[in-house]
């Protein structure tokens, strides 16, 4: 009995140990990135490349999952809102559920299954096949040559992206409760307008996502380049990189609504 | 994939990006008006009550929006609520002006509406509106009537008098 | 600040060249090496690799080979031991000095490493591109020139996944002597190749390190193709050096483990067993 308590104790302490120590890891990692991310922005070539291939190649998603997600926000908040009376407030309805949740964190998601994954792949696979040790021997950094770029990449593709899934989904709401429904135009905008302001809902939205865009590009580009070695490492680490970004998308996303909305909320 | 093409369209994806967010600021957020309102000026205004007023709420006058909420502090003086008001430039309202705290529709969200005398004197800038009229409350609405319809039946010996015992005396009943 | 760090590097390295003319390029002394404490990799090996030679080291898998690569290119540091490359420590290199160093070096990895993202012409170009500033016209002669000396000029465009594996190994040849290093490292340079691209990976190793003037190492355990080419020969096994010698002594050596190497014998001094109690005593565990 004291054995296996002690023994469970003894697992909990090594995995504690475990998860400091690769939060140690990925600390000292973001900074060595920050430090060799001077390159990136002298040599803009490598930045642009990365942005088609982290921004450009995750725009149909986020753009048809933006839309559909305004339509179902739409015709679901039409039910609710019919009983009270106050369909007019269909757009206030769509544009803040998407300014200040919806498009920061679906964006976040969908950009940590789409792009972070790949990131985290490619890396990893650079890894496995020695490339990054090559560019080493070639006294190249890789920290700058391949992972710096797609970080900032990441941090700047998630925000735009976010702010495109928020306007189709204003979009998809706009065509279902004016063209589908019936709703009045000029109330649909005119009611969104007066609530939605522009520095306290949108801007805060857009902070959001920046919030998410460093910490999912961080914890893409981490997992590759920690990857263990082979074929199964790195399958774990493409892994292990959305799970990662969707739990800190979430609880991020929870730390800072409080931050930041919680005023409205209590008075 | 040849540069041109990829330089293309991440030129898209910025362009379009960026306009996003400023369709988001501009036509959703609505970020003109609030451009107008800065050059505004503002004043303040006591209510007794403001019931469930809230910052960043409308300011009404003739049902148009003319300005905004800014702030609500209680004065821990005469406690009282302390709005401020952030008025635009072109709404210039008289020294006679009321303002009252009005509710949207039975539930809705609650606004001031401003409405303007005759003075010829107009009220400037960090000036206090003197005459106000408090928040509505339904739950005093209520009371007063039970009130009224107690008093009228003559079988209630004591007549209550604060807020809370009218709804006691009709559980009696 | 900056400055004066490289100056300090630059005069050593002037002093060293000075002095080292005749003593070897590399050498490492009682040099050991683990990952943990508990199991070391190498444990003190000595070896020297003279200036404009190619010399082999030789050995079972995992014995350490490649290990030796990365100490002599700075990725890991020697637990004990010194690592000397042109008269200076490897370990007492700053930040910078050590990327001077890897400069003047070249190494070819066991798969190539080529990257996979960018075209054979690219791939060659961008050690000089990262390196230097010269004009894209004179970049492209140079790759053209790099890829001519492996035959594969007509490659140029491809990406590496449409190369065959001794195709591929010639590119990364290329792009391993695309800035012309003074000393060059191979790690297995012959692994999972056929007979012909084996044999012409092999002659391109011993050209090209006569042509240019480089000096060698090649680790690897293909024993006929290094017989071949190399000027000197290090067997290591287990952490040691256990036998050396030039190509004829090593032919004609009576040394049990070259022997057995040479011969590809199954068992002698590396066993064929790994080590474990004798059958009969584990047989009779078992049953009470």
């Known amino acids: 009995m004291i054995d296996g308590i002690t023994h469970w104790l003894i697992g909990l302490g090594a995995s504690v140990r475990a998860g400091v120590t690769r939060l140690g890891f990925a600390t000292r990692f973001m900074i060595a990135v920050f430090k060799a991310s001077g390159p990136t922005f002298a040599r803009p070539r490598l930045l642009i490349h990365e942005l088609y291939h982290a921004g450009v190649l995750s725009l149909i998603i986020v753009l048809m999952s933006g839309l559909f997600i305004g339509m179902v926000l739409a015709l679901q908040g039409y039910e609710t809102l019919v009983r009270f009376g106050a369909t007019e407030a269909m757009g206030v309805l769509v544009a803040l559920s998407l300014v200040r949740e919806l498009g920061p964190v679906v964006a976040g998601l969908l950009f940590a299954s789409r792009a972070g994954s790949a990131i985290t792949a490619e890396i990893g696979l650079m890894k496995t096949t020695e490339q990054l040790a090559a560019m080493e021997v070639m006294a190249v950094d890789p920290v700058a040559r391949v992972v710096a770029p797609r970080f900032w990449a990441g941090v700047i593709s998630l925000p735009l992206l976010a702010a495109l899934f928020s306007t189709l989904g204003i979009y998809g709401g706009y065509l279902v409760a004016v063209k589908l429904i019936g709703i009045d135009n000029g109330a649909f905008w005119g009611q969104m307008q007066a609530a939605v302001d522009w520095r306290y809902d949108v801007g805060n939205g857009v902070i959001k996502s920046v919030v998410f865009a460093c910490a999912v590009s961080l914890i893409a580009v981490f997992e590759g380049f920690d990857a263990t070695p082979t074929a199964e490492g790195v399958s774990a680490a493409t892994t292990r990189t959305v799970v990662t970004s969707a739990l800190v998308i979430l609880a991020l996303d929870f730390i800072l609504t409080v931050f930041m909305f919680r005023g409205s909320a209590v008075g | ?60 006058s003739a049902g148009v929006v003319v300005g905004r909420i800014e702030k609500i502090r209680l004065d821990p003086k005469t406690y009282e609520a302390e709005v401020r008001i952030h008025l635009e430039n072109q709404y210039q309202f008289s020294r006679d002006t009321i303002a009252t705290i009005y509710t949207n529709g039975l539930l809705g969200e609650q606004f001031i509406g401003l409405e303007a005398g005759g003075d010829s004197e107009y009220l400037k800038d960090e000036e206090s509106i003197k005459k106000t009229q408090s928040a509505i409350q339904i739950e005093k609405l209520i009371s007063q009537f039970m009130f009224s319809q107690a008093q009228k039946s003559p079988d209630t010996p004591d007549a209550p008098t604060g807020n809370a015992a009218p709804a006691a005396g009709v559980k009696k009943k | 600040m900056f400055s004066s760090s490289a100056s300090n590097g630059a005069t050593a390295e002037a002093v060293g060249s000075g002095v080292n003319n005749d003593s070897p390029t590399i050498s490492l002394d009682n040099v050991s090496f683990g990952y943990t404490k508990e199991r070391s990799i190498l444990s003190g090996i000595s070896l020297k690799v003279p200036r404009g030679k190619l010399v082999a080291v030789m050995g079972g898998s995992g014995c350490g080979k490649t290990t030796i690569l990365r100490l002599i290119c700075g990725q890991h540091a020697a637990s004990t031991g010194t690592v000397n490359v042109n008269g200076q420590s490897i370990a007492s290199m700053s930040r910078d000095e050590l990327f001077a160093h890897r400069r ?53 465009l491809l990406k590496p996944s449409e190369l065959s594996g001794g195709m591929a190994r010639r590119v990364a040849l290329a792009r391993t002597i695309a800035l012309d290093p003074e000393l060059v490292l191979y790690d297995e340079p012959f692994a999972g190749l056929d007979p012909i691209s084996l044999s012409v990976v092999g002659q391109l190793i011993r050209k090209l390190n006569d042509a240019l003037g480089m000096t060698s190492v090649l680790v690897t355990h293909d024993i006929a193709e290094s017989l071949k080419i190399v000027d000197y020969i290090y067997f290591v096994s287990e952490g040691k050096v256990v036998a050396e010698g030039d190509v004829a002594s090593i032919k004609t050596s009576n040394d049990p483990f070259v022997k057995q190497f040479v011969n590809g014998e199954p068992d002698g001094p590396v066993r064929f067993h790994y080590p474990a109690p004798p059958l009969t005593e584990q047989f009779a565990e078992a049953r009470p």
């Open chain 2, 1 to 60: 994939m040849n540069k041109r093409t990829i330089d293309l369209w991440v030129g898209i994806f910025v362009a379009i990006g960026l306009s996003a967010l400023f369709f988001l600021a501009l036509k959703v957020g609505n970020l003109l008006n609030f451009k107008e309102e800065r050059n505004g000026y503002e004043l303040m205004a006591r209510f007794e009550n403001i019931g469930n007023l809230k910052p960043r709420a409308p300011v009404k």
């Open chain 3, 104 to 156: 003047k070096l070249g190494m070819l990895f066991q798969f190539g490493a080529l990257f996979t993202d960018m075209t054979v012409f690219d791939n060659i170009a961008f050690p000089i591109r990262e390196h230097t500033d010269l004009p894209e016209v004179i970049i492209r002669d140079l790759v053209l020139m790099k890829l001519n000396a492996v035959g594969l000029r007509g490659t140029a």
